[in-house]
T-cell receptor, first 112, second 113 residues
Framework: DAKTTQPPSMDCAEGRAANLPCNHSTISGNEYVYWYRQIHSQGPQYIIHGLKNNETNEMASLIITEDRKSSTLILPHATLRDTAVYYC?????????????FGTGTRLTIIP | GAGVSQTPSNKVTEKGKYVELRCDPISGHTALYWYRQSLGQGPEFLIYFQGTGAADDSGLPNDRFFAVRPEGSVSTLKIQRTERGDSAVYLC???????????FGPGTRLTVT
């Protein structure tokens, strides 16, 4: 799986949009970009994934650059409950399951 | 519906003892994964089951670690002759085959004294 690079930490004011960057310059054409987050003392939680088009769901938006070498996860109106470690992962989506390779992620702190 | 559950939530054992950690996946999920997370690190893959068989056990650190899933549902991670370095949170996840997202349980915190 391609390696990802994320800033170790970020702060964001409550109610503002949180924009979390991820670099994946060695991503292959068949690899998807996934985002998970882990709130303290809980298991990781799936947020969103995409291949090359921008994606949006009830939790977040995912913006992938045209060359697919980087992406941004956007939490449109951050709340205190969004304080967590956010992991960007790139992986192939196979017909069978596939392991996730986590890095150290970005620790996002929402400031009241 | 019910999510992935793991028992016990906490386990303290002495060095050299044997432990079993249990995972109940989401009903109907055929894929089951075990990960281990040390303090300050992201989760690290251990083993993946598709049905009853281990499809990928490349993450098991050594032969003291073993996992089973005899009926294709509940899984047990077994650690023999525990060492202090085995102390970590052990996470279980499940998914449907071909689906991108994995659903994680709350983990079992193992402490080896």
């Amino acid at each position: 799986d391609a390696k990802t690079t994320q800033p170790p930490s970020m702060d964001c004011a409550e109610g503002r949009a949180a924009n979390l960057p991820c670099n994946h310059s060695t991503i292959s054409g068949n690899e998807y970009v996934y985002w998970y987050r882990q709130i303290h003392s809980q298991g990781p939680q799936y947020i969103i994934h995409g291949l090359k088009n921008n994606e949006t769901n009830e939790m977040a938006s995912l913006i992938i650059t045209e060359d697919r070498k980087s992406s941004t996860l956007i939490l449109p109106h951050a709340t205190l409950r969004d304080t967590a470690v956010y992991y960007c992962i790139v992986r192939v989506l196979l017909a069978r399951g596939e392991k996730l390779t986590f890095g150290t992620g970005t620790r996002l702190t929402i400031i009241p | 519906g019910a999510g992935v559950s793991q028992t016990p939530s906490n386990k303290v054992t002495e060095k050299g003892k044997y432990v079993e950690l249990r995972c109940d996946p989401i009903s109907g999920h055929t894929a089951l994964y075990w990960y281990r997370q040390s303090l300050g690190q992201g989760p690290e893959f251990l083993i993946y089951f598709q049905g009853t068989g281990a499809a990928d056990d490349s993450g098991l650190p050594n032969d003291r670690f073993f996992a089973v899933r005899p009926e294709g549902s509940v899984s047990t991670l077994k650690i023999q002759r525990t060492e202090r370095g085995d102390s970590a949170v052990y996470l279980c996840a499940s998914s449907t085959v071909g689906a991108g997202e994995q659903y994680f349980g709350p983990g079992t915190r193992l402490t080896v004294t």
